[in-house]
């Protein structure tokens, strides 16, 4: 079976660079192929990337808080570039302060996210979640 | 730009201030003399330099937490809050990520959001922003010394800011706010606007103003060695003290063995007294950072891992310490529980502070194996500069031969990987382009080969991953699960 | 009663027990026999003797928390919830107040009255009122060795209920569970009793079942200098021995300075073993209890407390670690807040487990004063034995030759004062009539006149008041404020 | 002005002697005649030692939890045996478990108690109130 494009990066004035690192090693052993662009990315730079390599997935991760504001009008504009079928997936510290979980969750799947993600997860998790999403058979 | 490392005409300064003043609205409020009289007007327990040389002759450690929210009234509050109920010695105002990335634009966005959401939606304080006025409005309602934190590659506006401002502690440098904190921002450029921040600060200095200097310690936060994190602050110390400054406090951020972390923080003060020598009346102090890597969910375990950062760094006899919270793996922590990380930490210091970590020969191999390293370093990089310290840095970068663990900075080698041996203190697995002797990669090697015997495995990235989050799990060496 | 240390006739035991038996109900439900087949049908995981003897190979150190309710069925959901949600390696089930004076009539009440209200009226598990069937209930609902903690002066039918009801630990003695916990029990009659105790688990060894037993390490649990609880330690662990005892755990009380502590509990275990070395097949393991004496009311301050006993314990390599919880200042603990402390131990414990306190000169110094000054009171309490420990410790105690500070007894001279020195090592102001050398009184002397003079005060009985409630205050040294 | 008689003890099966040493001294200092019975007292101990000194006030002290037992009944057995103008302080660790303060300290006033103080306070308070309620100036 064709290998499934996933677009990762972290977004916004975000520099958490090691979680991004160990994600890409993660999926990479997990069998998809990994276009990451890095820390402090734009959402112009998710979107640019996931129609020049025709992704499937585009993974966005938040470790700094500013994710709420940082995120606000994404799905839109992957809409806008044609993107609507693109699965997108956050993860992360994505609000500031201890939030309740399930109203952070529900703020994110309203914003237009498939998947969202607490802090502290294992890759484990989001790739048994890709490997449902996109209907790829052990 | 013509990068070296000299001290800049007061001529060039005031030419490129010009410039910086215009980069937002409330740059147009700074106006030296008068700063400079505004701190002869600040009592002495709000002075950061004055502080920090009482509590290096007393040998005692002082506490200080992160923290910073959106609003100005609401940030003064926090810290109020973190002085009193959480008895924090020093205070910090933490810069929010847009101004570190000098967008003042998204800040000025996430002010207004703040308001109509009545909670903070930034992750610090936007004090371009806020102007001088708001910045003293800060200063004048607290009885502590404040410090900027931040993480900001050109932080020349909001140096003159905050200074102006009040505040009495800088922290950062060219390097530590560059490779951690930026993707493609040069070094070259950097090091000059951090130039620029020395020079500034040895204005204030020249006019009997000492404004505490800072360099970044934890560089990436994660398994950095020793010998990387001293070079650079070494490296940063030596560039700021060219231009003027006098107050320096070098950073360092726990490892979790204790011999390695206490023989970190006495070979930085000691390597650094070294290199520092040419300049005179500089006041060296240091500052150990709590584990800064993955921290257990748990808020129990978290009080373990803040509690032994609290004993480290009483016992290395810092001068003093960055406090964790609680809620460190879950983000940027609530008043209270900022208040509990430094009550668990002021119970320890305190209890600690009439005892010492003695040499018992481990110790000393350990700090002789540090200075070796950070001077094979160092060495290089003079080398490469042709004796200029600042290009010397940026040739070192280009070569790998300074090279720091997971940064996202394009101009970083990146070959480097860290691993922790079998009593967890972190070595060199891959030391990449590092201009190390035989003898320290042997050191290295050995050390790590006696793991991998013990968790019969190669060394490995398996093995950094592991260990990347074995303190989240509860462990400090990240073995294989038997 | 004619007290001597040798090992009691069979005859002897059986004679007595008729006696013990009949002291309450539930006494005439114990059967040898039955007790020993039990014992051979709980799986390995449940026995003590064996998880401390794996520990110790393995070099780690264990977590056991204090605990205990009134009801059977909430005191397994107790336990249960703190080996899950803290990971306790080790289980106690702790005797309630009533039963250690063997009040059961009051004990009895006190379950009443707990059904009533439906909560705990009783600090711990009156395990005699419940007998076995309600012991064997708990060890049967548990998944790790269960130990018996109390302060009974007379622990017969206690210890005679809970073992046939399967556990596998006991802890007391005659002179640990006296002189701290009764006024007016003469130590011949308390000996005597554990004699009966300890011959008791010798037949339980001499039929294949291994039973642990554990002095009382912290005795009174403030300021009591190492060699004070050592001596008691040993003694309890000879008079042990000599009744047939094999598996024993020696226990220490933190006193806070590193060095101190840790060169305790190597010296316990030196020492131990150089005087046991006379019995066959003894296996020793220590025991570290955290801080034991008053506790900050702030949880924050606590945890900071706790991670320091836990980090001790970890650099000592104790077998186990007794766990506070951040409640201590606030009375008996919520089991979240039991969990709590368990998991901020055992966070540290695990982090700390591969480093090592290493041998710097003071260590040796420390554990050189700690064995004279053991050995210098032990040599006495033999002379006035003439050579049987029973009688000597009898003799002893009579002539203040074993002193314990702070303790409530009648029986014991309380003519010691301890206080701590400019360290926070704990030493003898006033050594009473203990039969030290010169050279320990001058070490203490000159150790406690040092403070004297930094502190610009004569060591008194109020430094040893400020000293009480250092830690409490959040400072280890009770210096008064300047 | 004459001495005012305290009588001092821990009440039950309760064996914390370094507070009541502690309490002992504080109180001597202050000026007042200590009577101290000690740890492991029962309620005629605390009852007979007042009756034979004359004694002006009872001070217990409870710090193992077990308080609310121990002191049923205390102030009407104190009442049988002439004492009902002796002032009856206590303190401590009065209950099992972390309660609510107000609700033990009613607990304990509506027993006849006239002060009730909470664990981890120091000496000087009850030495303060004692000085108000017997009338003593400093």
Not at chain 1, 58 to 87: M, N, P, R, T, W
Not at chain 2, 97 to 126: C, D, H, V, W
Not at chain 2, 293 to 318: K, R
Not at chain 2, 403 to 430: C, E, T
Request: hydrophobic residues 35%; charged residues 30%.
């Amino acid at each position: 079976m064709e290998k499934k494009t996933l677009v990762l990066g972290v977004i916004g004035s975000d520099v958490h660079a090691i979680g991004n690192r160990i994600l890409e090693e993660a999926l990479t052993k997990a069998g998809f192929e990994i276009i990451n662009i890095g820390v402090l990315s734009p959402q112009e730079d998710f979107i640019n990337a996931a129609v020049e390599t025709d992704a499937d997935v585009i993974l966005v991760s938040s470790l700094y808080g500013h994710g709420e504001i940082d995120c606000q009008g994404f799905k839109e504009k992957c809409i806008e570039a044609g993107l609507e079928d693109v699965l997108l997936y956050i993860g992360g510290n994505l609000v500031i302060g201890k939030q309740n979980w399930e109203e952070t969750k529900k703020k994110f799947l309203d914003m237009g996210f498939d998947r969202v993600y607490p802090p502290g997860i294992l890759p484990e998790e989001p790739i048994a979640d890709l490997k449902k999403d996109l209907g790829i058979k052990e | 730009m013509k990068l070296k490392n000299k001290k800049w005409s007061l001529d060039k300064f005031m030419q490129i201030r010009e410039e910086v003043l215009k980069q937002w609205d409330t740059g147009a409020e700074v106006d030296l003399e008068d700063a400079i009289e505004y701190h002869k007007s600040l009592p002495e327990q709000k002075d950061m330099s004055k502080k920090l040389i009482e509590a290096k002759e007393e040998k005692i450690t002082l506490t200080q937490p992160r923290a910073g929210v959106a609003l100005i009234d609401e940030h003064v509050e926090l810290l109020k809050f973190l002085k009193e109920e959480g008895q924090a010695d020093l205070l910090p105002t933490t810069i929010d990520s847009y101004t570190r990335q000098n967008k003042y634009q998204e800040a000025e966005e996430g002010i207004k959001q703040s308001k109509t959401e009545e909670r903070s939606m930034l992750n610090g304080f936007p004090a371009v922003n806020h102007g001088i006025k708001g910045c003293r409005k800060v200063i004048e309602s607290l009885d502590a010394p404040v410090q900027v934190r931040h993480g900001t590659p050109d932080a020349r506006l909001l140096a003159e800011i905050t200074l102006a401002g009040g505040f009495t502690s800088y922290e950062g440098g060219g390097i530590s706010y560059n490779i951690p904190y930026a993707k493609d921002v040069s070094i070259e450029k950097t090091i000059y606007d951090w130039q620029y921040v020395d020079r500034l600060i040895g204005y204030y200095e020249e006019k009997g103003i000492s404004i505490n200097r800072e360099p970044f310690g934890p560089l990436t936060g994660t398994l950095v060695p020793p010998s990387i994190s001293h070079s650079v602050a070494i490296i940063e110390g030596l560039l700021a003290a060219e231009q003027g400054v006098k107050n320096i406090t070098l950073g360092y951020g726990q490892c979790g063995n204790l011999t390695q972390d206490v023989a970190a923080i006495q070979t930085l003060e000691e390597l650094a007294e070294e290199y520092l020598s040419e300049y005179d009346d500089i006041v060296l102090t240091t500052v150990f950072h709590q584990w800064m890597g993955g921290f257990p969910q748990d808020e129990s375990q978290a009080f373990g891992v803040i509690s032994w950062g609290g004993a480290t760094a009483a016992l290395a006899q810092a001068t003093k310490v960055i406090v964790k919270t609680p809620h460190e793996a879950l983000g940027v922590p609530t008043k209270e529980a900022n208040a509990q990380g430094l009550k668990t930490t002021k119970q320890v210091v305190n209890m600690l502070k009439d005892q010492h970590f003695m040499p018992n020969g481990v110790l000393e191999k350990e700090k002789e194996m540090i200075k070796k390293e950070t001077k094979e370093i160092l060495n290089r990089v003079f080398e490469l500069g042709k004796g200029d310290l600042a290009k010397g840095t940026v040739r070192a970068f280009e070569a790998g031969v300074l090279d720091i663990p997971f940064a996202p900075s394009k101009y970083n080698a990146g070959n480097l990987l860290p691993a922790r041996d079998n009593n967890g203190a972190v070595r060199y697995l891959n030391h990449g382009n590092l201009p190390f002797s035989e003898e320290v990669i042997n050191f290295n090697k050995e050390k790590l080969e006696e793991r991998g015997k013990d968790e019969e495995r190669d060394p490995s990235f398996q093995m950094v991953i592991d260990d990347i989050y074995a303190i989240g799990k509860g462990m400090l060496v990240g073995k294989p699960r038997t």
